[in-house]
Structure formats: C-alpha cells, structure tokens
C-alpha cells in the first residue's frame, strides 16, 4: 500500500472567551503514513474511526502553566479526546488486528500507541454504531451514570432540575431520573432541543433563553436534585429553589468555560440553612466502581431503544474547529462527533 | 414570697446591618412574677440560669415574611436561644422541682413551660458550671462533634482550616482535628484569639486582618478539609487553596449574616475540577445519630481538660443587645453566654 494522507488537527493558540475556527485549532493535512510499513516496534498501529468533542475540551485549551484537573493541549500538537478506532496491525500480543479500541486519541487519522492498558476493547454485541461508544455509551453516558448513581439519593416523587437537558449527559440524566419515578425538570437553549427533551419523557421542559429558571422552578414548586451543567445564575436559582437536604450534582459550569469574568455566587449562604450537599466530581473518579456493570447494562438498553440519544456527526477532521465552538456556544443538535472515517 | 421582678429581652426591630443594641432589642424590667403561686397548669416553672448568644441568631432577627431554616423572632416578644435553668416547681410528673433542663429558652428570668420533651434533663455528674452546657456541652460543641463526624473523612496526616478558630465551635473542632492526627490550619481576629487557638494546639494559627488568608494556605502546601464559618471571600480562598477530593464543611457564613450586598464567590468550577463535596448543615439534622454519644464521651472530657473551652460572660439580660452585637462582630473573648441567675 502507498503511503497515505495523515490528516491531524491541532491545538494553534491559547484563546480569549470563545474558541476560534482555524485560529484556535488548526487542520494540517501534510503528513502520510504508510499503514503496511510504518514501524510499530512492539506496539500498534490505530486508525481512528470517531472521535469525541466535549465541553470539557475547553478547560484544556489553556496555557499549561495553569493546573487543572486534566493535562493541558500543547500547542503545535493535535488536540485529544475520548475516541474509538480499529488496529490496523498490532505486535503486542494484548491487542489483534480488528479489534476496536476506545480512550483517549490524538485528532489524527493513524498513530502507533505501545500500551494497550490505555484502551478498553469494544466488544459491541448489540452492533451500535461506533459513535455511540463516544457519547451515550461512552464518557458523556458514563457521566450521568456513575454520578446519578453515587450522588443523586434519589427517591420515587423527588423533584430534579436537569441543565443542558438536550445534551449527551444531561439528555441521560432525564431518562435515569424518570426510570428512578422523579419528576424531571430540564431546560435547552432551543426549541429544536427542548422538543428532544420531551420526547426523552421530560414532565417541563422549557428553553432557558426564552423562559426565566427562576419563575420555571418557583412555579413547579421547587426542587429536592439539581444537576448541574451550568454553574453561575442558573446554580445561584436552584439554590434558590433548593427544598432543604437537596443534593447538587456538579457536573460542570460551562457558562463560566468562555467567561473572561466568572459570575459570584451570592446566596451560598442557603448551603448552610437548606442543609444542602454539593457533590464535585470528574467521572474517571468513579469508574472503577460503576464501569463493568455500564458496560453491561448500558449498550444493550440504548441497542433495543429502552434509552434514547442523539448525535451530530461532523464529517472528517478539518471541521474539529467549528465543532468545538458548536458545543462551547451550544448550538450542536445532538452530542457532537467526528466521523473521521470509515470502516 | 412576694412577686419578684421577671426581667425580659424582647425583639424590637429588624436590622440593617449589624443589629443596634437598645433598638434591635430591648431590655424590659416592668413585669412581675410570684414563683410561688404563679398557676402551671399541669407544667412547670423554670428559672432561667443562663442563655446562650450564638451567630446564627442573626438570620433571626428578620422580616417573619422570609423563611428560613429557624423561626423569626417576634417584635414585642423575648428572643430565644438555648438554655439551662432549673425547674422550680412542677406539677408534671416527668420532671421535678431542682431538675436542670437544656433546651431553648425565652430571653426572660422565669417561665412557666407545659412539654418536658422540648427539654433535656441534664445529669451532670461531672459538676462543670452549667454555662458549659450552652457551650462546648452543649449546641456549638454538638455543632462541631456531630459534623466532624459525619463529613470530614479525616484521615492521619491530612490538612485542616479552621476558621472562627477560636469560637466555640472551631476551637472545638481544632482539638477534635489534632486528635485524629491532623495538621491544623486555624484563623480568628485578634491576636489574643490567635494565642487561644495556639494553646488549643493548632499547629499553624493566624489573625486574619494583619495576614493574608490565601497566601498562608498556599505557604502551607494546601488543605483537605475546609470548615467553613465564614463564607465569601474566604470560602474563595479555601476552593483556591483545596486538594482534589477536598471536604467543605459548611457550618456557617457570618461574613453574610450582617451583609447589605453579599459577596458573590466567583471559583465554583474548582468544586468540579477539584471534586470536592461541600456538605451544608443543621446541627439538629445529625443529633439522633450521635446525642447520646456526645453527652456520654464529652462533658467528661471537659471537665477533665483534655477538651479546652473558653467563655465570656455578660451577667443580667440587661446587656444582651451588646453580647449579640459582640459575636456578630467577633470582639468576643469567647463562648459568649449570659448569666441570668445563680442557683
């Protein structure tokens, strides 16, 4: 086989509020690869099949003297995320060629890892499209999953509040809570979204650009779970219509990812007099607990349709820019992948 | 005997700010009682021996129109906190003339009461003054007992804040850190505080108005566990200073109790980034769990000094618009009760 075209796109400039296309992150097609004869020196050779784009990705698009909880993106090198792809040729007896492998990968069409411990091996009974294994059986899924499970306490005719409802773990979240007998409340910011929120079986579902939280939640009578995607005005209102013991799921803040100046919290004071938990988590914190028993439960129910979920596929890696900033502004209409190829 | 006078402090009008001795409340020495012939109905005539001023009685001088976690005070009616006094006469069989009672108390030298279960009767075999029993033996020592327990997770070696260190409640919980093999991190407003908290055996003790709170956390490498009674910009400080995987304890936010405009707390995403659970609470929430414990290990360990308190007494009810103004702003020289009466 000829050599190849080893698209790759990368991480450019640290940016300023938003993200921008082609600023940002850029797409570099210059690389080939000869799959049949690139050296593997014990390891294996991946060709990417999907690759993820997550709100998260933001927090990592920052200057690297900064700490965070995950490692930044350095520039000139391709960006990272949650990723399924198929082994091409392996020399590492732990991987065969075949195999579908999902973790963490490097925007780029082929790479040679050496460490199979990195990935998980798909098995994929159910045949789901590989994408799926990105988002609701994938990180966004086990997300919701291991959090609603660790945290929620949830108890048949609790009341729980779901922010970025339309999204991969929010989306999740509404069908868990309505499995457990809650009446879910969850908000999008478009009527697009706010129609999939109902059709995940939402009891309200409003669109928060156009309908005010506070009033929503008031009205409905307050709430005993807030999962939070948010963070800034939309926590400071389900403190504010917190019943007391409430239980805060802190998922993320994404109104403060973009924010060059973060919203203050003023009412934090009702954490004490509503005796209210808030529980920070990452989800890699609670999978050794919770990840078998996904694996086995979970693809079999989004396979027969028992949960739902939603994609919006961006074709081929040039495009990566435009969809980090789709996800970022939420204007994305499913959970955002990149089909970067083909089997 | 002849009636005697039954001096009352009363409500008198919600503050702006920090409550106004003298106009916030009021001393009222006009009304009478005859102990011996006062009619009880089937209860029982208590003598009040001391009352308790605590912070949180702040969140009570309010508009009886906003809820809260504790009832309003009443205009024209005594305040009310925790007590001890002694029961008089009786004409309930549960108790008895000579008994001690702990629980809440009208601002007022005698009163006649009908439901003994709203009380505790205390044995007290370890003879400490009965002041002790508003104090370390009683709601802030619980406060601190019951939480520390409940939330810290406290593991040998970890790192712990304490702020208000040298208040009933964080000097409370520095001995209790120092005993299950924590470093302690303590703050408090004078520098006689300061050498209070060192005598207790907090191993780093600063006055937060000369010295700045976040550059100690960051000298100090960091902290696990934050016990929050203070909130805003320190509560910023502490996320900023945190661990992965800290534990906030959030006890109270005096920092807000007398706040015109309260301050908004700007680095929530860290309770995500840092997985950090921030755990709201009401010390009568955990009593069933752990109040016959307390009153079986505790006052033992007071009387004998292995657990140290520290009190400031205002004698009569005349003052009592001066001790609740001392505590809102920290110029307390400790446990601040009011002695209403010898025995």
Redesign the interface.
Same mark, same amino acid.
């Given at each position: 086989m000829a050599p190849v075209r080893n698209g790759r796109h990368l991480f450019n400039e640290v940016p300023t509020g938003y993200p921008v296309p082609g600023k940002t992150t850029v797409y570099d097609g210059s690389q080939t690869i000869d799959p049949d004869t690139v050296p593997l020196n014990g390891g294996f050779l991946l060709k990417t099949l999907v690759l993820s784009i997550d709100p998260y990705m933001r927090?990592k698009m920052r200057d690297p003297k900064v700490e965070?909880?995950s490692p930044p993106f350095l520039i000139g090198k391709p960006l990272e995320n949650f990723g399924v792809g198929v082994v091409i040729r392996s020399e590492n007896p732990a991987v065969k060629a075949g195999d579908h492998l999902y973790g963490i990968f490097p925007f780029q069409e082929y790479f040679v890892e050496t460490d199979p411990k990195k990935y998980r091996v798909l098995e994929n009974k159910e045949k789901l499209p590989w994408s799926v294994y990105v988002g609701a059986a994938g990180m966004p899924g086990q997300t919701a999953y291991y959090a609603w499970k660790e945290y929620s306490a949830a108890k048949k005719g609790e009341t729980v509040f779901v922010t970025a409802g339309a999204g991969p773990v929010g989306s999740f979240v509404i069908q868990l809570a309505k499995l457990d007998g809650l009446k879910v409340i969850a908000s999008a910011g478009s009527e697009d979204k706010v129609e999939f929120i109902k059709k995940l079986g939402a009891d309200v579902a409003f669109n928060y650009k156009t309908t005010n939280t506070r009033e929503v939640l008031k009205k409905e009578g307050g709430i005993d779970i807030y999962w939070d995607n948010v963070?800034g005005e939309t926590?400071e209102a389900a403190l504010d219509a917190a019943h007391?013991?409430a239980r805060f799921i802190?998922?993320?803040?994404i109104s403060?990812y973009n924010a060059t100046e973060?919203?203050? %919290?003023?009412?934090?004071?009702? %954490?004490?007099?509503?005796?209210?938990?808030?529980?920070?988590?990452?989800v890699f914190?609670l999978g050794q607990k919770y990840e078998e028993e996904f694996y086995r439960v979970i693809p079999a129910k989004l396979a027969s349709g028992e949960l739902k979920y939603s994609e919006d596929v961006t074709k081929g890696l040039e495009d990566v820019g435009e969809a980090i900033l789709s996800v970022q502004k939420g204007t994305n209409k499913g959970k955002k992948v990149i089909l970067v190829a083909e089997e």
């Open positions: 927090g965070s909880y963070g926590l007391p013991e802190e998922c993320g803040m403060a973060p919203y203050g %919290v003023k009412n934090l004071m009702l %954490v004490v007099a509503k005796q209210i938990s808030m529980y920070g988590f990452l914190r």
